[in-house]
């Protein structure tokens, strides 16, 4: 099956400063890479995500690469804000199997 | 208007007993999830059912039961409950194949004394 490393597993940043997270993955198949944010006690939500016919997509401060010749995708969040806090999940998706998850960054932005 | 929506949110049981989690969607989707995200806030696909089928069915004791009555419904019933089974449950659904945006309910807190 599908393996998804997420580094790091805590990040702390000065707001205003940029953050990045990273993921790699196993299957060269797969083809679906979205990022989901969690909120202390609130439910996943999709923030970004990026299909393999692509190598890079923004949507404002948030914005995700893709190297599927090495196996890896990241999101990076420019000007970090307070409410940028949360655990980041990357998941890897595109056979049978669904959604595999990465274990999760706590993003910390320190005021 | 909630769009995926679950009950209960919190389910504080003895060892032994048997529960049941219900989830429903009204976004008009037809594939449906259940994850369990443990204390270190892993999150791990259990099963995923497709217009009623089941489709995934992951590596979960056969004590963890799931029933889908129609595509906007799909239950979690746990036998036998055991320690290990303390985590919160997430049902979640999505438009179309596997590999599309997939909505969180608000999750069950299930702690089992």
Avoid at chain 1, 99 to 110: A, D, E, P, S, V
Avoid at chain 2, 50 to 60: D, H, M, S
Avoid at chain 2, 93 to 99: P, T, V
């Amino acid at each position: 099956g599908e393996n998804v490393e997420q580094h790091p597993s805590t990040l702390s940043v000065q707001e205003g400063d940029s953050a990045v997270i990273k993921c790699t993955y196993s299957d060269s198949a797969s083809n679906y890479f979205p990022w989901y944010k969690q909120e202390l006690g609130k439910r996943p939500q999709l923030i970004i995500d990026i299909r393999s016919n692509v190598g890079e997509k923004k949507d404002q401060r948030i914005a995700v690469t893709l190297n599927k010749t090495a196996k890896h995708f990241s999101l990076h969040i420019t000007e970090t804000q307070p409410e940028d806090s949360a655990v980041y999940f990357c998941a890897v998706g595109g056979g049978a199997d669904g959604l595999t998850f990465g274990k999760g960054t706590h993003l910390i932005i320190q005021p | 208007d909630t769009a995926v929506s679950q009950t209960p949110k919190y389910l504080v049981t003895q060892m032994g007993n048997d529960k049941s989690i219900k989830c429903e969607q009204n976004l008009g989707h037809d594939t449906m999830y259940w994850y369990k995200q443990d204390s270190k806030k892993f999150l791990k696909i259990m099963f995923s059912y497709n217009n009623k089928e089941l489709i995934i069915n992951e590596t979960v004791p056969n004590r963890f039961s799931p029933k889908s009555p129609d595509k906007a419904h799909l239950n979690l019933h746990i036998n036998s409950l055991e320690l290990g089974d303390s985590a919160v449950y997430f049902c979640a659904s999505s438009q179309g194949n596997l590999n599309n945006e997939q909505f969180f309910g608000p999750g069950t807190r299930l702690t089992v004394l």
